[in-house]
């Protein structure tokens, strides 16, 4: 019988050691998951718009906030203090809730870009004309509207004066005034930065010296290109048609000339009253 307890803590002591390697086991497992976890949901502190920052605007105190943001996916540049992004220049709209990054602001150092060179898109140009007072300078176009550019100029060869959309689709960058001598007296001339490509640009350059320019404000999402022939004032008075412009032939051959049938000239005559046996009679004769 002696030989059965002995039995007993040798199988007692194998349950133990395999329970506490069972146990250490299970620690390890359970601990690696905790480190996993814990590691997927860090957070690191970064700076959010928590108002809406538009573009060209000085970014305050009030419009920023610092957030715990997952570590795993930071955005590359965010700035992680609020006292880095006080001060700083947007150059992109910031919504709430947007991370202020460091591409998206102005160089802290270096040369002092315009606020517009940001605005330009890839491949294109900004481009600024002086324009008609009424044509929406006055406070309905600003910048981000879309608009047409209008010529009036007097058409070639001719003094009638011909309007005629030459731009379809400009975004406007900015608005301002120069200050241009007229009868010798300063006068302040509004202007208008177009958003252009470089064929725009060459259209608008030579539009702007042939004649007045005028802007036509777009509804928001209507790109439609429209297909007109321009305007007269024949065209406005009477509403007849336009069409191309064309030069004049100098080389047509000219279209014969029907000729007015020839006159038969008359004979000149001679009418003598002769008298017979006392009877009058008259007779004609023809002259030399």
Same mark, same amino acid.
């Given at each position: ?6 039995? #007993? ?5 194998? @349950?133990i ?9 299970l ?7 905790? +480190?996993?976890?814990?590691?997927? %949901?860090?957070t690191?502190? %970064? ?13 305050? $105190?009030?419009q %920023?906030?610092? %957030?715990?943001?997952p ?6 540049g ?13 150059i ?5 809730? =947007?991370p202020i /990054?460091?591409?998206? #602001? ?10 517009l060179?940001?605005? $330009?898109p +890839? ?18 176009? &600003?910048?981000? &509207?879309?608009? =047409? /550019?209008v #010529? ?16 379809? &689709? ?8 120069? *200050?241009e001598?007229?009868?010798?007296? !300063? /006068?302040? *001339? ?9 064929? =725009? ?11 007045r ?8 999402? =209507? ?6 022939t ?9 509403? @007849? ?7 004049a !032939? ?10 007015? !049938? @020839? /006159? ?25």
């Amino acid at each position: 019988m002696a030989a059965r307890p002995k039995a #007993l803590y040798i199988f007692g002591a194998v @349950a133990i050691a395999i329970a506490a390697l069972a146990a250490y086991l299970l620690y390890n497992y359970l601990k690696s998951e905790e +480190e996993r976890v814990s590691g997927a %949901v860090a957070t690191i502190p %970064v700076v959010v718009a928590s108002a809406e920052i538009p573009i060209g605007s000085g970014i305050n $105190i009030t419009q %920023v906030k610092t %957030v715990g943001w997952p570590k795993a996916s930071m955005p590359q540049g965010a700035l992680t203090s609020t006292d880095q992004a006080t001060g700083r220049v947007a150059i992109q709209t910031f919504m709430p809730g =947007d991370p202020i /990054v460091e591409a998206k #602001l102005m160089p802290k150092e270096g040369a002092p870009f315009s606020i517009l060179t940001y605005k $330009i898109p +890839e491949g294109h140009r900004a481009m600024t004309v002086a324009v008609d007072q009424v044509s929406g300078v006055a406070g309905f176009i &600003n910048p981000g &509207n879309i608009v =047409d /550019v209008v #010529l009036i100029a007097s058409t070639p060869g001719s003094s009638q004066q011909i309007s005629k959309i030459v731009l379809q &689709n400009m975004s406007v960058l900015a608005i301002g005034q120069i *200050v241009e001598q007229k009868e010798g007296k !300063p /006068v302040p *001339v509004p202007t208008v930065t177009m958003d252009v490509t470089p064929e =725009d640009a060459e259209k608008l350059a030579i539009a702007s010296t042939q004649g007045r320019l005028q802007l036509v404000l777009r509804r928001v999402g =209507d790109n439609e290109v429209a297909k007109t022939t321009g305007a007269t004032v024949t065209k406005v008075m009477t509403g @007849a048609t336009v069409g191309p412009i064309k030069a004049a !032939p100098t080389s047509a051959k000219k279209a014969p000339v029907a000729k007015a !049938p @020839a /006159v038969k000239k008359e004979e000149p005559k001679v009418t003598v009253e002769v008298y017979r046996g006392g009877q009058k009679a008259t007779e004609t004769f023809k002259g030399e």
